[in-house]
Structure formats: C-alpha cells, structure tokens
C-alpha cells in the first residue's frame, strides 16, 4: 500500500514516468480529447448542446436555450484548466501521470454516475454518453496498470 501512495503522491515530482508507456500514450490521447471538447464547447455556436450533445434547443424559449449554452461554455472552460493541466503533466511532471487517471476516472465515474442521478433529455445518443460508460472503465484499468507498473519498476 505504501508503494501505491508513493506512486500517487511522490514526495519529489520529476519528468520521468516510471509507469508503462501505453498509459502514457493514452493520456496523451486523453489530454487531446480533454482540450478539443473544451474548446467545442467553448466555441461551437450552440457550445455543442446541441450539434453534439442532441439536446433539443429549438424545444425551450430561447432564454433557456442561451442558459443551456452558456452552461456549456462555462462547462468548457472547466474542461480546459483539465486539459492544460494534464499538458504541463506531459510537459513538466510525468511523474504524475498516475494521479491523473485518477482524476480521470472520479471525473468520468461522476459524470455517469450524475447522468443517471439528473439525466438529460436529448433526442439522440452523444458522444460523451457512449464515452461515460467506457472512460471510467479505461481510466481505472489505466490508473491500476500505471501503479503496478509503477511499482514493478521501482522494485528493479
């Protein structure tokens, strides 16, 4: 237990990843995602509720609608502080990689976990919908495979 909580939370964070480089390599696509859904929803006319998200804009008075978007933009800019977060980590402190998808999965896990809490009507399947059910899945497979390598390698 004391290797994982090292693994973790290392006491000094440098740029060397000691973990397995698929992990690695799939928080880059990771990060990449994180920073082009932030930015759809940042920028897309509708911040993707509905080009991306199916949710029915055109069913609400318009005041509702520009609430929806602004909610999405405002989501989005959340979404990027992650994205660059999860830059200056590939950047500057690899070492910190597992603790990422640790992020990952309590955000994703929470993500479906509220969408079933609060559900959200929408008139087609979205992307981030299909992506609830398999990132939290892919992200603990990933934090669990990121500290066993981890702690296979500081044992060598």
Known sequence: MKNILEILFPKSIDNQYRGNAITKWLFVAMTILTVGRSLAHMFL????????ATIPLEAFPPSAASGIIGL???????????????VLVLWRYQSLIPLMWLFISIEWTGRLLLGFY???????????????????????????????????????
Request: no cysteine; proline share 6%.
């Open 45 to 52: 006319p509708d911040g993707g509720a509905q080009s991306i």
């Open 72 to 86: 999405f933009a405002y989501w989005g800019l959340s979404q990027l502080l992650f994205g660059f977060l999860f």
């Open 118 to 156: 609060k559900p959200i009507e929408t008139v087609g399947t979205a992307p981030g919908a299909v992506g609830n059910h398999v990132i939290p899945v892919l992200a603990l497979i990933m934090l669990a495979w990121s500290l066993w390598s981890g702690m296979k390698a500081t044992k060598e």
